[in-house]
């Protein structure tokens, strides 16, 4: 099976969770299957060879285990953005809106060096909510995100307007809520 394809079949697509109303794009196939796991690192690498990075901010929870291998390959720092409370030395930290509530992500101040160029990674982009706050927490401590990846991209919700500017590279684009 080609590449898309095989990402594509191993990309499971669970209705109403975690609420009504939600199509939840499940990565947890892709990763139990080498074939397509290999296939978003080697994308990756391939999409970034030859970009100058300092380092890969990854997102918890599912954006450390696209951004891990991606960063060992390249021999680059991996900068962990993590839910509030989880990392025990001096932080920078934002909150932001979820579709209910709020969250806030932290990164340790001593990962980010200014003028740092980054590379954020996730494993599915829908608002880009997530993934404009990470900005501004690297940019906190002067790092610049100069790619945003997500193994997903929902586009029909807008993610662009909240990324503007920035490059952004999905490997499999979803265009509704449906199954
Ligand atoms: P957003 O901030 O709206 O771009 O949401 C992105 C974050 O929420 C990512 O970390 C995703 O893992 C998760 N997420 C949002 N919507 C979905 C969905 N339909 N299926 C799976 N994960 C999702």
Redesign the pocket.
């Known amino acids: 099976m080609p590449g898309p394809d095989l990402l594509d079949a191993a990309i499971r697509r669970i209705p109403d969770f975690p609420r009504p109303g939600?199509?939840?794009?499940?990565i947890t196939g892709v990763l139990a299957d080498p074939a397509a796991f290999s296939y978003c690192i080697d994308r990756m690498l391939e999409q970034y060879k030859g970009m100058a990075l300092d380092g890969v901010a990854v997102?918890e929870s599912?954006?450390f285990v696209f951004g891990a291998p991606f960063a060992r390959e390249r021999r680059l720092p991996l900068i962990l953005l993590r839910k509030k409370g989880k990392l025990p030395g001096e932080t920078w930290r934002r909150s932001f809106a979820l579709e209910y509530g709020e969250d806030t992500l932290e990164v340790h101040k001593s990962d980010v060096r200014p003028g740092m160029r980054v590379l954020l990674v996730?494993?599915?982009?829908?608002?880009?909510?997530?993934?404009a706050a990470s900005v501004g927490l690297l940019a906190d401590g002067g790092a610049k995100v100069v790619g945003v990846f997500g193994v997903i991209g929902?586009p029909f919700?807008h993610?662009e307007e909240k990324l503007a500017g920035l490059p952004v590279t999905t490997l499999i684009q979803f265009h509704g809520e449906c199954a």
């Open positions: 939600i199509l939840f794009y499940d997102i599912r954006g996730d494993d599915l982009i829908a608002t880009g909510g997530t993934l929902l919700l993610y």
